[in-house]
């Protein structure tokens, strides 16, 4: 539960109107433009996702899904509270690593969620550009 009382939940759903492929190209749109402007780094500013979104042209209702996969749990829990908003960053991180990984979504249950995009086994990194060299 939030300070405020507001549980947190998922963003909007439009995370779930999503084929997986249109997913996955979400996530390595942005991932390979955050590298590309600030080089490869296991957490990402607010700001700097936020301009990552703007750059590629990311729908509103799918912003806060980038904050999930590539902010700090911290900075996301602080970005959300400073819109008064209850986003569930662990929840969310799940279901994008779901969309990343070939394996069943209940086995990431059974790791630490807040390890940074670049620390988590088997999902495909051969999505982002800067892993095909």
Not at 66 to 78: K, V
Request: glycine residues 4%; negative net charge; contains cysteine.
């Amino acid at each position: 539960m939030a300070a405020d009382g507001v549980a947190p939940h998922a963003c909007p759903d439009a995370w779930a109107r999503l084929s997986r492929d249109d997913r996955r190209r979400h996530v390595q749109r942005v991932g390979n433009d955050l590298v590309r402007h600030y080089g490869k780094r296991k957490y990402y500013t607010v700001q700097q996702v936020r301009e990552a979104n703007q750059r590629q042209k990311v729908d509103i209702d799918l912003a806060c899904w980038s904050h999930a996969f590539f902010n700090s749990h911290a900075d996301f829990d602080l970005y959300h509270e400073s819109l008064g908003e209850a986003c569930d960053y662990t929840a969310m991180k799940a279901e994008m690593l779901a969309s990343l990984s070939d394996d069943s979504p209940s086995s990431w249950f059974d790791i630490d969620l807040d390890l940074s995009w670049l620390e988590f086994p088997d999902i495909d990194c051969s999505i982002f550009d800067f892993f095909d060299s």
